[in-house]
Protein backbone atom coordinates (compact mmCIF):
# COMPACT_ATOMS: atom_id res chain seq x y z
CA UNK A 1 0.00 0.00 0.00
CA UNK A 2 1.19 3.26 -0.07
CA UNK A 3 1.54 5.64 2.55
CA UNK A 4 2.72 8.34 1.01
CA UNK A 5 1.34 12.03 2.26
CA UNK A 6 -1.20 13.45 0.02
CA UNK A 7 -0.78 17.30 -0.28
CA UNK A 8 -3.28 19.50 -2.26
CA UNK A 9 -3.05 23.27 -2.76
CA UNK A 10 -4.81 25.55 -4.78
CA UNK A 11 -3.87 29.65 -5.25
CA UNK A 12 -6.72 30.90 -4.07
CA UNK A 13 -7.55 28.78 -1.28
CA UNK A 14 -8.65 30.18 2.05
CA UNK A 15 -10.06 26.85 4.04
CA UNK A 16 -7.64 24.07 4.76
CA UNK A 17 -7.48 20.52 6.67
CA UNK A 18 -4.95 19.41 8.04
CA UNK A 19 -5.05 14.97 8.73
CA UNK A 20 -3.20 13.25 11.25
CA UNK A 21 -2.98 9.82 11.70
CA UNK A 22 -2.30 7.14 14.85
CA UNK A 23 0.90 5.77 15.73
CA UNK A 24 1.94 3.32 13.15
CA UNK A 25 -0.69 4.66 11.02
CA UNK A 26 -1.39 5.54 7.80
CA UNK A 27 -2.40 8.68 5.46
CA UNK A 28 -5.38 6.43 3.92
CA UNK A 29 -6.75 5.97 6.80
CA UNK A 30 -8.38 9.33 5.70
CA UNK A 31 -9.07 8.29 1.89
CA UNK A 32 -12.56 7.65 2.60
CA UNK A 33 -13.10 11.80 3.70
CA UNK A 34 -11.47 13.25 0.54
CA UNK A 35 -15.00 13.01 -1.44
CA UNK A 36 -16.04 15.12 1.12
CA UNK A 37 -13.86 18.01 1.23
CA UNK A 38 -14.58 20.86 -0.49
CA UNK A 39 -12.59 20.90 -3.86
CA UNK A 40 -11.67 24.97 -3.54
CA UNK A 41 -10.41 23.97 -0.15
CA UNK A 42 -6.41 22.88 0.30
CA UNK A 43 -5.96 19.34 2.17
CA UNK A 44 -2.66 18.52 4.19
CA UNK A 45 -3.06 14.42 4.71
CA UNK A 46 0.85 14.33 6.20
CA UNK A 47 2.82 11.16 7.01
CA UNK A 48 4.67 11.35 10.37
CA UNK A 49 8.25 10.90 10.82
CA UNK A 50 9.29 7.36 11.31
CA UNK A 51 6.22 6.12 9.60
CA UNK A 52 5.69 4.52 5.64
CA UNK A 53 9.32 2.67 6.17
CA UNK A 54 10.94 -0.06 8.33
CA UNK A 55 10.77 -0.68 12.47
CA UNK A 56 14.17 0.18 12.48
CA UNK A 57 12.93 3.67 11.08
CA UNK A 58 9.90 3.70 13.53
CA UNK A 59 12.52 2.90 16.32
CA UNK A 60 14.58 5.78 15.44
CA UNK A 61 12.17 8.48 15.70
CA UNK A 62 10.43 9.91 18.07
CA UNK A 63 7.57 11.48 20.18
CA UNK A 64 9.09 14.76 20.35
CA UNK A 65 9.24 14.77 16.55
CA UNK A 66 5.76 14.26 15.76
CA UNK A 67 5.25 16.99 18.28
CA UNK A 68 7.51 19.08 16.20
CA UNK A 69 5.60 18.09 13.09
CA UNK A 70 2.41 19.14 14.14
CA UNK A 71 3.04 21.95 15.66
CA UNK A 72 4.95 23.34 12.51
CA UNK A 73 1.74 22.45 10.27
CA UNK A 74 -0.41 24.30 12.36
CA UNK A 75 2.06 27.39 12.69
CA UNK A 76 2.27 26.73 8.86
CA UNK A 77 -1.12 26.67 8.33
CA UNK A 78 -2.25 29.81 11.06
CA UNK A 79 -0.43 31.67 8.71
CA UNK A 80 -1.48 30.82 5.34
CA UNK A 81 -4.96 30.35 5.62
CA UNK A 82 -8.40 32.03 7.39
CA UNK A 83 -9.60 29.23 8.36
CA UNK A 84 -8.33 25.13 9.51
CA UNK A 85 -10.47 22.18 9.95
CA UNK A 86 -8.25 19.20 11.28
CA UNK A 87 -9.27 15.28 10.98
CA UNK A 88 -7.26 13.08 13.41
CA UNK A 89 -7.24 9.36 14.55
CA UNK A 90 -5.57 7.35 17.70
CA UNK A 91 -2.86 9.19 18.69
CA UNK A 92 -3.60 11.94 15.98
CA UNK A 93 -6.38 13.42 17.82
CA UNK A 94 -3.95 14.31 20.96
CA UNK A 95 -1.41 15.70 18.93
CA UNK A 96 -3.72 17.85 17.91
CA UNK A 97 -5.02 18.67 21.26
CA UNK A 98 -1.68 20.02 22.17
CA UNK A 99 -1.05 21.76 19.11
CA UNK A 100 -4.39 23.38 19.61
CA UNK A 101 -3.48 24.96 22.81
CA UNK A 102 -0.50 27.14 20.74
CA UNK A 103 -2.59 27.99 17.22
CA UNK A 104 -6.74 28.24 18.27
CA UNK A 105 -6.83 31.33 16.79
CA UNK A 106 -7.90 30.48 13.33
CA UNK A 107 -9.20 26.57 14.15
CA UNK A 108 -12.76 26.07 13.14
CA UNK A 109 -13.45 22.66 14.15
CA UNK A 110 -12.32 19.31 14.95
CA UNK A 111 -13.48 15.93 13.97
CA UNK A 112 -11.92 12.72 16.53
CA UNK A 113 -11.35 9.19 15.54
CA UNK A 114 -10.93 6.94 18.45
CA UNK A 115 -9.05 9.62 20.57
CA UNK A 116 -7.11 7.16 23.24
CA UNK A 117 -7.29 9.23 26.32
CA UNK A 118 -8.02 5.79 28.19
CA UNK A 119 -6.18 2.88 26.55
CA UNK A 120 -8.01 -0.51 26.45
CA UNK A 121 -6.15 -3.32 24.92
CA UNK A 122 -8.30 -5.83 23.81
CA UNK A 123 -6.98 -9.53 23.51
CA UNK A 124 -8.21 -9.89 19.96
CA UNK A 125 -5.26 -7.03 19.17
CA UNK A 126 -2.83 -9.30 19.72
CA UNK A 127 -3.98 -11.97 17.51
CA UNK A 128 -4.34 -9.26 14.90
CA UNK A 129 -0.60 -7.68 15.16
CA UNK A 130 1.24 -11.11 15.68
CA UNK A 131 -0.89 -12.19 11.93
CA UNK A 132 0.32 -8.95 10.39
CA UNK A 133 4.08 -9.12 11.43
CA UNK A 134 4.01 -12.75 10.54
CA UNK A 135 1.84 -11.81 7.35
CA UNK A 136 -0.68 -14.50 7.67
CA UNK A 137 -3.82 -12.00 7.64
CA UNK A 138 -6.85 -13.16 6.73
CA UNK A 139 -8.45 -10.60 3.92
CA UNK A 140 -11.35 -12.20 3.96
CA UNK A 141 -12.03 -11.32 7.33
CA UNK A 142 -12.99 -7.58 7.28
CA UNK A 143 -11.46 -6.01 10.41
CA UNK A 144 -8.55 -8.45 10.17
CA UNK A 145 -8.25 -6.68 7.10
CA UNK A 146 -8.29 -3.39 8.33
CA UNK A 147 -5.80 -3.56 10.70
CA UNK A 148 -3.09 -4.87 8.10
CA UNK A 149 -4.49 -2.35 5.83
CA UNK A 150 -3.65 0.66 8.77
CA UNK A 151 -0.01 -0.35 9.42
CA UNK A 152 2.27 1.64 7.63
CA UNK A 153 5.40 0.16 9.13
CA UNK A 154 6.78 -2.50 6.97
CA UNK A 155 5.98 -6.36 9.09
CA UNK A 156 9.84 -7.06 10.43
CA UNK A 157 9.93 -11.25 11.01
CA UNK A 158 12.94 -10.73 13.86
CA UNK A 159 10.65 -9.79 16.60
CA UNK A 160 13.21 -8.64 18.74
CA UNK A 161 13.20 -5.61 16.53
CA UNK A 162 10.06 -4.59 17.77
CA UNK A 163 11.39 -3.82 21.60
CA UNK A 164 12.20 -0.76 20.12
CA UNK A 165 9.09 0.38 20.30
CA UNK A 166 8.50 0.38 24.10
CA UNK A 167 9.99 3.88 24.52
CA UNK A 168 7.19 5.27 21.69
CA UNK A 169 4.26 3.31 23.34
CA UNK A 170 5.40 4.75 26.94
CA UNK A 171 5.21 8.32 25.23
CA UNK A 172 1.79 7.56 23.71
CA UNK A 173 0.79 6.87 27.23
CA UNK A 174 1.81 9.50 28.58
CA UNK A 175 0.91 11.83 26.23
CA UNK A 176 -3.02 10.19 26.63
CA UNK A 177 -2.21 11.29 30.65
CA UNK A 178 -1.61 15.10 29.53
CA UNK A 179 -4.45 15.27 27.50
CA UNK A 180 -7.09 14.08 29.71
CA UNK A 181 -6.60 17.58 31.54
CA UNK A 182 -6.68 19.73 28.13
CA UNK A 183 -9.51 21.62 27.42
CA UNK A 184 -10.81 21.74 24.01
CA UNK A 185 -11.55 25.48 23.43
CA UNK A 186 -13.13 24.66 19.53
CA UNK A 187 -16.12 22.80 18.00
CA UNK A 188 -14.99 19.34 18.23
CA UNK A 189 -16.67 16.24 17.06
CA UNK A 190 -15.56 13.08 18.52
CA UNK A 191 -16.41 9.27 17.32
CA UNK A 192 -15.68 6.35 19.82
CA UNK A 193 -16.45 3.16 18.71
CA UNK A 194 -18.23 0.22 20.54
CA UNK A 195 -16.06 -2.49 19.58
CA UNK A 196 -12.61 -0.21 19.61
CA UNK A 197 -9.86 -2.76 19.99
CA UNK A 198 -7.52 -0.50 21.90
CA UNK A 199 -9.05 2.70 23.08
CA UNK A 200 -11.93 2.61 25.82
CA UNK A 201 -15.51 4.48 25.08
CA UNK A 202 -14.82 6.10 28.75
CA UNK A 203 -12.62 8.55 26.84
CA UNK A 204 -15.30 10.35 25.68
CA UNK A 205 -15.45 11.49 29.70
CA UNK A 206 -12.34 13.38 29.02
CA UNK A 207 -14.03 15.59 26.64
CA UNK A 208 -16.99 16.99 28.22
CA UNK A 209 -17.02 20.06 25.78
CA UNK A 210 -17.52 18.32 22.16
CA UNK A 211 -20.13 16.27 21.03
CA UNK A 212 -19.59 12.38 21.20
CA UNK A 213 -21.40 9.52 18.98
CA UNK A 214 -20.92 6.41 19.57
CA UNK A 215 -20.43 3.62 16.72
CA UNK A 216 -21.84 0.58 18.67
CA UNK A 217 -20.49 -2.50 16.19
CA UNK A 218 -17.20 -0.36 14.94
CA UNK A 219 -13.66 -1.17 15.70
CA UNK A 220 -9.96 0.68 15.99
CA UNK A 221 -9.82 0.69 12.37
CA UNK A 222 -12.76 -0.86 11.09
CA UNK A 223 -15.99 1.39 10.57
CA UNK A 224 -19.17 -1.07 8.91
CA UNK A 225 -21.18 0.62 6.23
CA UNK A 226 -24.36 2.07 8.03
CA UNK A 227 -21.62 3.72 10.46
CA UNK A 228 -19.50 5.12 8.22
CA UNK A 229 -22.37 7.24 6.46
CA UNK A 230 -22.71 8.45 9.99
CA UNK A 231 -19.58 9.60 10.03
CA UNK A 232 -19.49 10.99 6.83
CA UNK A 233 -22.83 12.83 6.79
CA UNK A 234 -21.62 14.29 10.14
CA UNK A 235 -18.26 15.49 8.60
CA UNK A 236 -20.16 16.93 5.96
CA UNK A 237 -22.19 19.09 8.04
CA UNK A 238 -18.81 20.22 9.94
CA UNK A 239 -17.01 21.03 6.69
CA UNK A 240 -18.95 24.15 5.57
Known amino acids: M ?8 TEYADTAVLMIHGIMGTPRHFDGFLPLIPENWDVYNILLDGHGKTVRDFNATS ?7 VQAYFR ?10 VIAHSMGTLLSMEAAQLYPQKLMGMIFLAPPLKVFVRPVMAKYAS ?69 AVSSGKY ?34
Open 63 to 69: MGKWKDQ
Open 131 to 199: KVVFGCIDTGKTREAAVAQANSVAPEKRVWRYLGHIPRLVELLQLSSRCRSLPVQVPCLVFLSGKDELV
Open 207 to 240: LPGCETILLPQSGHFYYTPEEWQMIAEKTQKILQ
Open 76 to 85: ELSSRYEKIF
Open 2 to 9: DHRPYIRK
